[in-house]
């Protein structure tokens, strides 16, 4: 147990639909990164949140975006989606410190048809 | 840029075996270097961290080294069982980047009873 929580665990959404996924942080953790895995494959960066602010972005484009709040849990934001989204989306929090461990959830499974 | 291979992409083996799985890495100027176990569909576990200053960390049967300047990693399973059947990655941390993972594609183990 991580203490990391991710909801939903399932979704199943329509092309050119909007998706919201939620990640509760591990308390006293501050940062908080989205990473997509596609099936097969190992877990691609989206970006990442420290204190309320995006601290860095991988190569995904603009119709992905996010949110920290002040108790440090985040959400995801995916608009237009598209087939190729559909994989398992996972969030890990850490304190901040690059030299600690990162705790990740168990993931949203997002599938679009 | 920095690129993480993992070999072999498949492993089965009979139970009690000593294994070893393998993660390159092709920038040696990382912080460190965590190892992950993930059952299928589900998030990722913390098995191991090493900071770029160490050169292996121990866990029950786990043992993980690092050899940071020849861009390598070692995850040896003692007496393996079926339970550790799964999926594991590798994940490094850049130096000169915020606190992002870059991450393997995997090794797929079964474990046969």
């Known amino acids: 147990e991580t203490g990391v929580t991710q909801s939903p665990t399932h979704l199943i959404k329509t092309r050119g639909q909007q998706v919201t996924l939620r990640c509760s942080s591990q308390?006293?953790?501050?940062?908080v990164s989205w990473y997509q895995q596609a099936l097969g494959q190992g877990p691609q960066f989206i970006f990442q949140?420290?204190?309320?602010?995006?601290?860095g972005r991988g190569n995904f484009p603009p119709r992905f975006s996010g949110l920290q709040f002040p108790n440090y849990s985040s959400e995801l934001n995916v608009n237009a989606l598209e087939l190729d989204d559909s994989a398992l989306y996972l969030c890990a929090s850490s304190p901040g410190d690059t030299h600690t461990e990162a705790f990740f959830g168990q993931g949203t499974r997002l599938t679009v048809v | 840029k920095q690129e993480v291979t993992q070999i072999p992409a498949a492993l089965s083996v009979p139970e009690g075996e000593n294994l070893v799985l393998n993660c390159s890495f092709t920038d040696s100027a990382i912080y460190n270097l965590q190892w992950f176990r993930q059952d299928p569909g589900k998030g990722l576990t913390s098995l191991l961290l090493i900071q770029s200053s160490q050169r292996e960390q121990t866990s029950g049967r786990l043992n993980a080294s690092l050899d940071k300047s020849s861009g390598r990693s070692t995850l040896y399973i003692a007496a393996s069982q079926p339970g550790d059947s799964a999926t594991y990655l590798c994940?490094?941390?850049?130096?000169?980047?915020?606190?992002?993972?870059?991450f393997g594609s995997g090794t797929k183990l079964n474990v046969k009873p």
């Open positions: 994940a490094v941390r850049r130096t000169y980047n915020f606190n992002k993972f870059y």
């Open positions: 949140y420290y204190r309320e602010e995006e601290n």
């Open positions: 308390s006293g953790h501050n940062t």
